[in-house]
């Protein structure tokens, strides 16, 4: 069960939950709308997968901006703002002639996207504090869970209207009717409230080194979930799957992503996040290995694959969150190291497979899980070194007037 202090806490969470839905419903759009896109601005797939690039660029500007006016002014209004900007972008994209004003769109829809969610796992953190850990689980899981409905969604508006457009416009009412009800929220605060006497259940560093490894591993976690979500169905085809039976693998990768999130809830009450962190990292391995050496069907591989990646963003944010104070600009530098990750990886995996074959994949997905999980030695012996215990136990359970 989800920890809330008080009825406030409980109600602002769960509003944050439903916008976690909306962003990941819009996060999730540019897949199945891209030949739809491609078609109404006459653009080949080489040209359409520009949209690629700006909404990454979009990303990290979005991160960073957001992290800057979070510090400075009240977090739901800020959010209102991100999340009016979005909702625009949804109304006006599919009526797009060009392709390049296409591109600037998707660019302001990438903006919006990641400054929601950055504002909004940040405004979550101050909210619950040390207690945070399971809520940005499940938080996460929201976000995966609105991918996971995008899909449906466009198949229902082409289907009753026979225009993509509707996909766009039901995902951004959507959106807009979970940014209203915030404006009733009084947004959580930086500072502890005043009078507070609960002291951390960590010491809170502020320390460059620490901030920098935290910021590699999000970009090379990103740079992997976005590299295979995004080109697994191409290498299902290249290995020899027929087209439709590739074109579900990236729905069976979401699928146990969303459901090992969901599970990572009340693990992340259990056990420290170093369990779960080398966990996913073990798992991916094996996964990425299997893959290679063919001892696994790619169908297996997917959800394998994405039980291994599903806990792995949430769990990292909430060891961030024990161990550095995480203002608006220290989530704002994460989301955009996480958006530089999107940006770079996949950008490299097709010029990798025109050379190397499409065996590369796999060994491709392996050499960044070993990079992920040098990552995080490096990050406990920084831990080390500044004092702090890393293991078995960081999690400081919560009294039972909480739960």
Same mark, same amino acid.
């Given at each position: 069960?989800l920890?809330f202090?008080?009825?406030?806490?409980r109600r602002? %969470?769960?509003?944050?939950?439903a916008l976690f839905i909306?962003?990941?419903?819009t996060?999730? +759009? +540019?897949?199945?709308?891209l /030949?739809?896109?491609?078609?109404? @601005?006459g653009? &080949?797939? *080489?040209?359409?997968?520009i949209?690629?690039?700006t909404?990454?660029v979009? #990303?990290?500007?979005g991160?960073?901006?957001t992290?800057?006016?979070?510090?400075r002014?009240?977090?739901?209004?800020? +959010?209102?703002?991100?999340?009016?900007?979005m909702v625009a972008?949804?109304?006006?994209?599919?009526?797009?002639?060009?392709?390049i004003l296409?591109?600037?769109?998707f660019?302001?829809?990438?903006?919006?996207?990641v400054a929601? #969610?950055?504002?909004g796992n940040?405004?979550?953190v101050w909210l619950?504090?040390?207690d945070?850990? /399971? #809520?940005i689980?499940?938080l996460?899981?929201c976000?995966?869970f $609105?991918?996971?409905l995008?899909?449906l969604?466009?198949?229902?508006?082409?289907s009753?209207t026979?225009?993509?457009?509707?996909?766009f416009?039901?995902?951004g009412?959507?959106a807009?009717?979970t940014?209203?009800?915030l404006?009733?929220?009084? *947004? /959580?605060?930086k500072?502890?409230p @005043?009078?507070?006497?609960v002291?951390p259940a960590?010491?809170?560093? &502020?320390?460059?080194?620490l901030?920098v490894?935290?910021?590699?591993?999000?970009?090379?976690?990103?740079?992997?979930e976005?590299t295979?979500a995004?080109?697994?169905? &191409?290498?299902?085809?290249? @290995?020899?799957?027929?087209?439709k039976?590739a074109?579900?693998l990236?729905?069976?990768f979401?699928?146990?992503?969303s459901?090992?999130r969901?599970?990572?809830i =009340?693990?992340l009450?259990? @056990?420290?996040?170093?369990?779960?962190l080398? $966990?996913?990292?073990?798992?991916?391995?094996?996964?990425?290995?299997?893959?290679?050496a063919?001892?696994v /069907?790619? %169908?297996?591989?997917?959800?394998?694959?994405g039980?291994?990646?599903?806990?792995?963003?949430?769990?990292?944010?909430a060891?961030s #969150?024990q161990?550095?104070?995480m203002r608006?600009?220290?989530?704002?530098?994460?989301?955009t190291?996480? $958006?530089?990750g999107?940006?770079?990886? =996949?950008?490299?995996t097709g010029?990798?497979?025109d050379?190397?074959g499409?065996?590369a994949?796999?060994?491709?997905?392996?050499?960044?899980?070993?990079?992920?999980?040098?990552?995080?030695?490096l990050?406990?012996?920084? +831990?080390?070194?500044?004092g702090?215990? %890393?293991y078995p136990?960081?999690?400081?359970?919560?009294?039972?007037?909480?739960r």
């Amino acid at each position: 069960m989800l920890p809330f202090a008080t009825a406030y806490h409980r109600r602002l %969470t769960w509003r944050y939950f439903a916008l976690f839905i909306a962003i990941g419903m819009t996060g999730g +759009l +540019l897949g199945p709308a891209l /030949p739809h896109l491609a078609d109404s @601005v006459g653009a &080949s797939m *080489s040209q359409i997968a520009i949209l690629f690039t700006t909404r990454a660029v979009g #990303n990290m500007s979005g991160a960073f901006v957001t992290g800057l006016l979070l510090d400075r002014f009240d977090g739901h209004k800020v +959010l209102f703002a991100m999340g009016a900007i979005m909702v625009a972008g949804l109304a006006i994209t599919p009526f797009s002639p060009l392709l390049i004003l296409l591109a600037g769109l998707f660019g302001v829809l990438g903006f919006a996207e990641v400054a929601l #969610n950055s504002g909004g796992n940040t405004l979550l953190v101050w909210l619950h504090r040390d207690d945070a850990g /399971p #809520n940005i689980s499940a938080l996460h899981f929201c976000f995966s869970f $609105g991918n996971m409905l995008t899909p449906l969604v466009m198949v229902a508006a082409l289907s009753v209207t026979g225009q993509f457009h509707w996909a766009f416009w039901v995902v951004g009412a959507f959106a807009l009717l979970t940014l209203l009800p915030l404006l009733r929220f009084a *947004s /959580p605060l930086k500072a502890p409230p @005043v009078g507070s006497t609960v002291p951390p259940a960590t010491p809170k560093h &502020s320390d460059i080194i620490l901030l920098v490894l935290i910021m590699l591993i999000f970009a090379l976690y990103v740079g992997m979930e976005i590299t295979f979500a995004g080109w697994v169905t &191409s290498y299902g085809v290249l @290995v020899g799957m027929a087209a439709k039976d590739a074109a579900i693998l990236a729905t069976l990768f979401w699928l146990t992503l969303s459901a090992g999130r969901l599970l990572a809830i =009340p693990l992340l009450r259990a @056990v420290s996040p170093w369990w779960i962190l080398c $966990g996913c990292t073990a798992l991916g391995l094996v996964t990425a290995w299997a893959l290679h050496a063919l001892w696994v /069907p790619l %169908t297996v591989g997917a959800l394998l694959f994405g039980l291994a990646a599903s806990a792995f963003f949430p769990t990292l944010y909430a060891l961030s #969150n024990q161990v550095m104070e995480m203002r608006g600009r220290t989530t704002g530098a994460i989301f955009t190291a996480a $958006g530089s990750g999107a940006l770079v990886v =996949p950008s490299l995996t097709g010029p990798l497979l025109d050379w190397l074959g499409a065996r590369a994949f796999p060994l491709l997905l392996a050499g960044l899980v070993i990079l992920m999980g040098v990552g995080l030695a490096l990050l406990a012996l920084r +831990l080390h070194a500044l004092g702090q215990a %890393t293991y078995p136990e960081t999690v400081r359970p919560l009294p039972s007037g909480e739960r």
